[in-house]
Antibody, heavy 126, light 107 residues
Framework: EVQLVESGGGLVQVGGSLRLSCTAS????????MDWVRQAPGKGLEWVGR??????????EYAASVKGRFIISRDDSKNSLYLQMNSLKTEDTAVYYC?????????????????WGPGTLVTVSS | DVQMTQSPSSLSASVGDTVTITCRAS??????LGWFQQIPGKAPKALIY???RLYPGVSSKFIGVRSGTDFTLTITSLQPEDFATYYC?????????FGPGTTVHIK
């Protein structure tokens, strides 16, 4: 059974840092791209960034709102994805979800964002 | 960057109704469009990928259609568990963006 569990959320001051983890089980983590998505209280979903697999050199992509402040990394030996968040702002307050890009279907389309973790809350206080 | 507009922002419907939600992309995104359902306090659930394809295990009551840069999600025979917020997401090119969401309320 595919499972994703985020951890590391909490209360942090403006300008501070926090590292979130997403621990995966039930699938071969090293073969999959992974994403971070966040949701501010009472608001919609916002894509944060993506970490590619080892075959694609663990390269990353980011939303403009976090580029230069957040870093996505992973440790395939620990089946874990990370989100290092620096220079935090009050507008970074949100529930942070990790999501998996699944495999391809018979027509070659990827099952992007097929499984999600329950999320972890980050609160940035001024 | 691609912008996603979504309409309506909310709607009211009764059990058994059929409803349709629309997302429009600001430029051609081919079929790189997914639909997600979110119940308050829960993580989003994937419904449709590539514009019209159901994720495994998802009910065929969810129907996705593409027409150019317009994408629709139709939900047939609404049941109590279908009252939720629905989001579209384009996932090519970067950066990805979600639509603002449509909340389906019980009438």
């Amino acid at each position: 059974e595919v499972q994703l569990v985020e951890s590391g959320g909490g209360l942090v001051q403006v300008g501070g840092s926090l590292r979130l983890s997403c621990t995966a089980s039930g699938f071969d983590f090293s073969d999959h791209y992974m994403d971070w998505v966040r949701q501010a209280p009472g608001k919609g979903l916002e894509w944060v960034g993506r970490g590619r697999d080892k075959a694609h050199s663990h390269t990353t992509e980011y939303a403009a709102s976090v580029k230069g402040r957040f870093i996505i990394s992973r440790d395939d030996s620990k089946n874990s994805l990370y989100l290092q968040m620096n220079s935090l702002k009050t507008e970074d307050t949100a529930v942070y979800y990790c999501a998996r890009r699944g495999g391809r279907d018979s027509s070659g389309f990827f099952h992007d964002f097929d499984f999600w973790g329950p999320g972890t809350l980050v609160t940035v206080s001024s | 960057d691609v912008q996603m507009t979504q309409s309506p922002s909310s709607l009211s419907a009764s059990v058994g109704d059929t409803v349709t939600i629309t997302c429009r992309a600001s430029q051609d995104i081919d079929n790189y469009l997914g639909w997600f359902q979110q119940i308050p306090g829960k993580a989003p659930k994937a419904l449709i990928y590539a514009g019209s394809r159901l994720y495994p295990g998802v009910s065929s009551k969810f129907i996705g259609v593409r027409s150019g840069t317009d994408f629709t999600l139709t939900i047939t025979s609404l049941q109590p568990e279908d009252f939720a917020t629905y989001y579209c997401l384009h996932y090519h090119p970067y950066p990805y963006t979600f639509g603002p969401g449509t909340t389906v309320h019980i009438k």
